[in-house]
């Protein structure tokens, strides 16, 4: 492409010079056509001087013929005339075919009437002597009439013969500037020659460069071509491998979509996805994939990754220390660690590792990788703390009301079908007003926020628990019994009361609580009359003195039985 530009230039002075050579060629040949038509004109020349010299002298034999005969009466002179006849007649059409001029081709039509006339007086003599024989009285009569055709005839020649050698003369004149003229365009012609065979050779030099460039271009774009096809690949396995994280709920099943993936993308390497506790000071591995050579390490910390402590990939550089968290006999030359970034936070690392170093294209798709994984990660914990924060009770940590009155539900219908039992655990602190009027209102959601963690400390896994009002928590047990229950209820109570308040590092007195018990179904086949037995409960404890555990009465209709689950 660079030796486009200085083509068109030099092709336009080739162009000229071509022309410039065709010009001086046509030249030459001009000159050479002058030459032909020269030296046909020197040819023309010398051949109507050997005509005029050859009739000239057949002029002359023919009158000394004629003499001879008249004289003495011999006649093989006329019988030589007679067999030249032909001959002469081919001189003068000579003659008048090379005349070369108005004048010339006149002398020729007389010097042709001329030997006709010769002729003729020489048949009439003949006549004559056949009939009267020789009379040579008449001879000096004869010769004057023949001598004065000859001095004609060579005056006639004479004249064909100077016009000739003057055609002749100015054509050996003229050949100096012929020979010139041709030595000037012979030496004009070879620098054209020359410079133009020097501009066909640079033009064919430029041509290759310019052949070799378009090569050169060529299997670049080939190459750039198969780079943008692996490229657009690369995009496709990374936008399946979004489209199947999109639906992910949780950290595991993105886990298993992530080491299904790299089967197929970057399968040359094997690698784990570390995460972030939310201590925010120790990685843990999520998912392992591959079979590496090396064990991974199970858990690190963020000072041992360069990666995670620089926000960037690492290594960037050969020259560059490697991780900590790296096992004994692994590469870091062929180690890659991404991390994984969330408004520039890193919330983990993508670690790869693999018997190669990883190259540009390596690098890049597991920085696509690690966005994706970032992005869904990033995801699921914000739908993960939308959902708590609409089921949790902020100052508590428990589930709010919603939550738990549609827990209550949820339960009771789950323990009819199951034929099981439901307890329900009403919580109501006593005189938490004035707690609130003794250290103030902030210390007051600091206590219910220590009693929240209290109560989820103390309950089962399986139990739920939450804030049903202002100072009042509901616990759901589910397949408890009435003693059970009673048990659990004041286990909870004895631990509130024996747990003082921190506030600040100042504690202050423990908070103590009545509770309320009702059994589903024993106390009601719907959860809300459950709950206003649960209600009256708490009621009766507040009216015992507060600080206790007091079970809703069974109802005077329900059998005996019924209080076990």
């Known amino acids: ?40 004109g020197a040819r023309d020349a010398a051949q109507t001087i050997e005509h005029a010299l050859w009739l000239r002298g057949e002029v002359h034999a023919l009158a000394a013929a004629e003499s001879a005969w008249i004289a003495q009466g011999r006649g093989d002179g006329l019988a030589r005339a007679e067999r030249h ?10 003659l008048a075919r090379h005349a070369l001029s108005d004048s010339a081709r006149n002398n020729v039509r007389q010097l042709e009437a001329l030997i006709g006339e010769l002729r003729g007086e020489v048949e009439r003599l003949q006549s004559q002597r056949r009939a009267t024989g020789p009379v040579f009285g008449d001879r000096g009569l004869a010769e004057a009439g023949i001598g004065g055709l000859q ?21 050996e004149s003229s050949s100096a500037l012929r020979s010139m003229l041709g030595w ?7 620098p054209l020659l020359g410079l133009q065979i020097s501009l066909l050779y640079f033009e064919a030099r430029a041509r290759q460069r310019a052949e070799d460039e378009q090569r050169r271009l060529t299997a670049q774009a080939e ?14 396995r990374l936008g399946e491998l979004g489209d199947q994280l999109r639906p992910t709920r949780n950290i595991e099943e993105i886990g298993e979509v992530l080491k299904s993936s790299m089967q197929h993308v970057l399968s040359q390497f094997h690698g784990a996805l570390y995460l972030q506790a939310p201590s925010r000071n120790v990685i843990r591995r999520q998912v392992a994939w591959g079979k590496p050579e ?57 670690h790869l590792s693999g018997d190669v170093a990883p190259g540009r294209r390596e690098r890049r798709i597991a920085q696509g990788i690690a966005d994706l994984l970032a992005l869904s990660i990033s995801q699921l914990r914000l739908q993960e703390s939308l959902r708590v924060q609409s089921v949790r009770d902020p100052t508590t940590g428990l589930f709010n009301r919603r939550y738990i009155d549609a827990s209550l539900l949820r339960e009771c219908l789950r323990a009819r079908r199951g034929q099981q039992t439901l307890a329900l655990l009403l919580i109501d602190l006593d005189d938490f007003k004035r707690f609130n009027e003794r250290h103030s209102h902030e210390a007051g959601d600091a206590a219910l926020g220590q009693i929240g963690q209290l109560i989820q400390q ?72 459950c709950l206003r037995a649960a209600e009256k409960a708490v009621q009766q404890a507040k009216e015992q003195g507060r600080d206790r555990v007091v079970s809703a009465p069974v109802p005077a209709s329900e059998p005996a039985g019924q209080g076990t689950g």
């Open 223 to 236: 190459r750039e071509q198969k780079v943008a096809q692996r490229h657009a690949g690369d995009l496709d």
């Open 458 to 529: 103390t309950i089962r896994p399986e139990d739920i628990a939450g804030r049903h009002g202002g100072e009042e928590f509901l616990v759901l047990m589910p397949e408890v019994d009435l003693a059970t229950a009673l048990d659990r209820a004041e286990l909870l109570r004895r631990a509130l009361h024996s747990a003082p308040i921190d506030l600040h590092g100042r504690r202050v007195e423990a908070v103590h609580c009545s509770i309320g018990i009702a059994l589903y179904p024993l106390h009601g086949n719907e959860p809300g009359v």
């Open 85 to 94: 006849r032909s001959a002469t007649d081919a001189a003068l059409a000579g």
């Open 151 to 171: 001095d004609r005839a060579d005056t006639l020649v004479s004249a064909l013969h100077a016009e000739a050698l003057g055609q002749l003369e100015s054509i």
């Open 1 to 40: 492409m660079s030796a486009q530009p200085t083509a068109s230039p030099r092709r336009a002075v080739l162009l000229g010079l071509l022309a410039a050579l065709l010009l001086v060629l046509l030249a030459q040949r001009g000159l050479g056509l002058w030459s032909q038509w020269q030296a046909e």
């Open 294 to 350: 090396v064990p991974l390490e199970d858990m690190f910390t963020v000072e041992d990754c360069w990666a995670i402590r620089r926000g960037i990939p690492y290594p960037n550089d050969p020259q560059a220390p490697p991780c900590r968290h790296l096992t004994e006999g692994s590469d870091p030359r062929h180690v890659l660690c991404v991390p994984l970034m969330n408004q520039g936070d890193a919330i983990g690392v993508l």
């Open 184 to 190: 000037l365009l012979l030496l004009l012609a070879l």
